[in-house]
């Protein structure tokens, strides 16, 4: 009988190995400057839809003026839990976006992840919602989870310290440029 007994760890082992690394079990803490929550405008009306094939772009529209961030898209449930872990670096003007299919609380963290990064949560209708900012490195299973306190569509990570440069604000427009 020790050969079910093995299998049975082994199952076990392998069955903590796929959980997302979206989902952490730790509980949520968020930074209350960073985390407005805003009512939707009566007009808001929803990004136009482009196929994730078609978005090269993420931009933002600021008071210091109109900002595009090249973005990498990441439209499964599998590239949601990578993300940008296990990178070096990140170009100075590049990102990641995550693609949902409806608004909804998100939560992430940086477990594995080797670079600080900006996270950005947009609203259906393009708005930030929320920032979390220099979100660091962790390499251990206790990590900080950096979310949006308001339903979120779209999530833009990008280089820390990038919200800051281009002057980005919670109420502010984003949109989706074609290739």
């Known amino acids: 009988m020790q050969i079910p007994s093995v299998f049975l760890l082994f199952a076990l082992v392998f069955a903590g190995c796929l959980q997302p690394a979206a989902v952490p079990t730790a509980t949520p803490t ?3 400057s960073t985390n407005v929550s805003i009512s939707p405008a ?10 994730p094939a078609e978005i090269s772009s993420v931009f933002f529209q600021t008071s210091q003026g109109r ?9 499964t ?3 949601h839990a990578r993300g940008l872990m296990n990178r070096s670096s990140l170009a100075q003007n590049a990102g990641m976006l995550f693609l949902f299919p409806e608004e909804n609380l998100r939560y992430f963290w ?5 670079i600080p990064l900006d996270m950005v949560f947009l609203s259906s209708e393009g708005k930030v919602v929320a920032l979390a900012e220099d979100a660091q490195p962790c390499r251990s299973q206790s990590c900080s989870i950096y979310g949006s306190e308001v339903p979120s569509r779209y999530v833009v990570e990008a280089n820390a310290g990038y919200v800051r440069s281009i002057g980005l604000s919670i109420g502010d427009e984003a949109g989706f440029s074609p290739k």
């Open 110 to 114: 940086m477990k594995d992840t080797l």
């Open 42 to 51: 009566a007009t808001a009306t929803p990004l136009p839809t482009l196929a």
């Open 30 to 32: 968020f930074t209350p």
């Open 77 to 79: 449930p599998e590239e």
């Open 67 to 75: 900002f595009e961030l090249a973005v990498e898209i990441a439209d």
